[in-house]
């Protein structure tokens, strides 16, 4: 069982920067890709970044490639999300994720534990 808390999100204005921190409870982090997802209302919920289970590789949604950055730290259980130049559509629930496998997992149907979700609004 992995417990995972978010951190982070806030209002921003368009063009700005925020910094989402998840950090996951229990010994086995290390052994899961971690996910960052994302819902805006009315939408389903879509992958936003993920990465392995060592940090050596990552995948990102097309609308974010270049401006968001994930990142783990395994010795403090946690995950990050640097999100750059952030526009209005990127206003959403924005959930960490968690799943024991060796690949990274592209689809928010792949993921077996989640947390509860910090709100990011982008102001235009």
């Known amino acids: 069982q992995v417990q995972l808390v978010e951190s982070g999100g806030g209002l921003v204005q368009a063009g700005g920067s925020l910094r989402l921190s998840c950090v996951a409870s229990g010994r086995t982090f290390s052994s899961h890709v971690m996910g960052w997802l994302r819902q805006a209302p009315g939408k389903e919920r879509e992958i936003v970044a993920a990465?392995?289970?060592?940090?050596?590789?990552?995948y990102y949604a097309d609308s974010v490639k270049g401006l968001f950055t994930i990142s783990r730290d395994n010795a403090k259980n946690s995950v990050y999300l640097q999100m750059n130049i952030l526009k209005p559509e990127d206003t959403a629930v924005y959930y960490c994720?968690?799943?024991?496998?060796?690949?990274?997992?592209?689809?928010?149907?792949?993921?077996?534990?989640w947390g509860q979700g910090t709100q990011v609004t982008v102001s235009s």
């Open positions: 990465i392995s289970r060592s940090g050596g590789s990552t």
């Open positions: 994720a968690a799943v024991s496998q060796l690949r990274l997992a592209r689809s928010a149907s792949t993921y077996d534990y």
